[in-house]
């Protein structure tokens, strides 16, 4: 099988799953008895005003007719709109997610060096205690539920180093005086910390599993040991000859496992009260606004299948391989 | 020609059940033996929990009142005693965790028998069907369908069951896949056994050892899943799980309260729990799969996986 032939068939793929997924969607939000207008929680809005609000949202036609105005509105990048504020899904979620990706690229960089450097080193000294700590404590975070993890950073550390646990912004900043662009960074920074290290934490030991297996792997490599004949000190073994080629299911697996930190932030992101696409989705739950929670199910699903793909070609092009 | 996922997925490398062998080689594992002891006092409270903690809700003493005295780990945010408390969680977390499991095993037992026993344009559409849901997230699709299928015990055990079959139903399918093609099980179908003989008599006793492992795996990830569902407020007002605990300590301040007492038992009930569960699947499904012994964690669960069979030279 060629390489353009490979390509075509993980994108078109992507594209069912896509498809399923939207139209999973569709189903799940329509199966539940009565119907979005009805689901809100709103009290003094009349029965006028909820028909309307239904005619609005197409919810009087049948079934077949919303599925296809669903699709047709998808199509145009149309997510629907807020049951609540009648403004577009769309513009409720894009602040959310614009405030979510940093944070979580902080988490994913976070888990990615610590887990290379424990895995690394684990492997290196493997069976003896290093080996056993590191990767223990690794199966130790990954066993603990991350909103609980999160709290525990709040309750122990978060006091010690002085770093803010709720919200994105520090609100007296810019009032008592003026802040330059620098200060406002760094308020911002400071932040995401917390919330990245718990992911962070809580995603590492992966990462370490991953990268010792693929490191013992390839040091019982026989050009591992012709390096290490001909003189080379076993750092520059390690280095030169066992990490890079121990990246490879970093690599990939780093694409597959956003897909993961996509479930656990959401939680995450609720203790420390930080404005992102997880706490939207606590709070469409809690007022109950079906299309916003819709919405962002559909870009976390097409997201998780987006870096699927992303991880499909990487793994294609990194591994000579798959192409046999 | 692989695709990433299936790279990581290897664990549909087919092993060879003899009788006994989990016994002999599972339980002689220090590991199993931490993990085994934890699960059994854990359903030992579980089971007892009407009994040693009746009335969990009970206000008994101030508001967080700290540990020390009459209350062993204190109050929590309602007056009433954390062990108590922790003890009725037990129960209801278990059943999650065990009921979801048993319903992911059936599922996926189910479509990977299916899969892997009939083949053809069944196995295609069977696993294509499979693939799907694997790359949907589980997560965030277990959320949704809790807030909008109502806050029940029994529609949360179905959610995160009907969600988690997907690596149970592959690994099942590879299983039974090599087990078909075994010389004697030919031998009884050219003999003239039925579908239900063969299956019954011959597949199911080399499969079940590796559904039990997996669904030993499966009970972490529940009870797991249900902390997350519970934490957002969706799981069932009436019921007190190791989840809902950390949720009333979080919603009723114990931060604020520095009250740890309240919010530290039950993080570490479930992680230890999860923790057990790990170790006894994990060292089941490896003694049942030796080249699983040098093994990395999935990318979507905790659960050791095994790397990519080594090529024949």
């Keep these: 099988m060629t390489g353009l032939d490979y390509i075509v068939k993980r994108v078109l793929f992507a594209l069912v799953t896509v498809f399923a997924a939207v139209t999973l969607n569709f189903v799940l939000f329509r199966a539940i008895p009565g119907d979005a207008v009805q689901a809100l929680r709103c009290q003094h809005c009349t029965v006028k005003f909820k028909n309307s609000l239904r005619q609005e949202l197409g919810l009087d036609k049948s079934k077949w007719e919303q599925y296809k105005l669903y699709l047709q509105d998808l199509a145009h990048g149309d997510l629907g709109k807020s049951v609540r504020s009648q403004r577009s899904v769309w513009d409720e979620l894009w602040p959310s997610i614009k405030n979510t990706m940093p944070m979580i690229a902080l988490g994913y960089v976070f888990s990615i060096v610590l887990g290379t450097i424990v895995g690394v080193v684990s492997a290196w000294r493997r069976g003896t205690i290093v080996d056993k700590a590191g990767l223990w404590t690794g199966l130790g975070f990954y066993s603990m539920p991350p909103q609980w993890l999160g709290l525990m950073i709040v309750l122990f550390l978060a006091g010690a180093v002085g ?63 012709t390096a290490r004949a001909k003189g080379l000190s076993a750092w520059a073994t390690v280095w030169r000859h066992g990490f890079r080629n121990a990246l490879l299911p970093v690599v990939t697996l780093g694409a597959l496992s956003l897909g993961y930190i996509i479930g656990g932030f959401i ?58 | 020609m692989t695709t ?167 690994l099942i399918r590879a299983q039974v896949k090599s087990v078909r093609e075994r010389v004697y099980v030919k031998r009884a179908r050219a003999l003239g056994a039925g579908n239900s003989r063969l299956v019954g008599k011959h597949i199911l006793p080399q ?55 309240a919010i530290v038992p039950p993080g570490v009930c479930v992680a230890v729990v999860v923790l057990a569960c790990t170790m006894v699947g994990q060292a089941m499904e490896e003694s049942l799969n030796p080249r699983l012994s040098v093994g990395h964690l999935s990318p979507r669960r905790f659960r050791v996986r095994p790397v990519p069979p080594a090529r024949e030279p």
């Design chain 2, 207 to 261: 499969v079940a050892p590796l559904l039990i492992a997996n669904t030993v795996l499966l009970v972490a990830y529940a009870i797991f899943a249900e902390t997350f569902i519970t934490f957002l407020g969706l799981g069932d007002p009436s019921l007190i799980s190791w989840g809902r605990l950390i949720e009333n300590a979080f919603t009723d301040d114990a931060l604020l309260n520095d009250a740890w007492w």
């Design chain 1, 163 to 225: 770093l803010p646990t709720s919200g994105i912004k520090d609100p007296t900043l810019g009032i008592l005086g003026d802040a330059s662009t620098w200060d406002l960074i760094v308020d911002r920074l400071r932040h995401m910390v917390l919330p990245a290290l718990t992911i962070g934490l809580v995603l590492y030991g992966e990462y370490a599993l991953i990268v010792r297996s693929a490191m013992l792997e390839t040091l019982g490599e026989d050009y591992v040991l």
């Design chain 2, 4 to 170: 990433a996922i299936e790279a990581v997925d290897a664990a549909e490398s087919p092993v060879e059940v003899r009788p006994g062998l989990l016994r002999s080689k599972v339980l002689r594992q220090p590991q199993t033996i931490v993990g085994l002891s934890v699960i059994a006092i854990c359903v030992a409270v579980a089971i007892l929990s009407p009994v040693i903690a009746p009335h969990p809700k009970q206000q008994v003493g101030p508001v967080f009142a700290p540990p020390g005295g009459e209350h062993l780990l204190g109050t929590d945010g309602g007056g009433a005693d954390m062990v108590k408390l922790l003890v009725a969680g037990t129960r209801v977390s278990l059943m999650v965790g065990f009921a979801a499991a048993i319903v992911s095993a059936l599922i996926g037992g189910a479509i990977g028998l299916a899969s892997g026993f009939f083949g053809g344009k069944t196995d295609t559409v069977l696993m294509r069907f499979t693939d799907y849901v694997i790359v949907i997230p589980d997560v965030p699709l277990m959320i949704v369908a809790a807030a909008l299928f109502g806050r029940s015990l029994t529609n949360i055990i179905l959610i995160i069951g009907v969600i988690y079959w997907t690596t149970t139903a592959r």
């Design chain 1, 267 to 324: 939680t995450v992101e609720y203790v420390f009260s930080y404005p992102g696409i997880g706490l939207a989705i606590v709070e469409s739950i809690d007022q109950r606004d079906f299309p916003v929670l819709q919405g962002a199910f559909l870009l976390l699903a097409i997201s998780v299948i987006f870096f699927n793909l992303i991880a499909d070609l990487l793994y294609f092009r990194l591994d000579p391989r798959v192409r046999a």
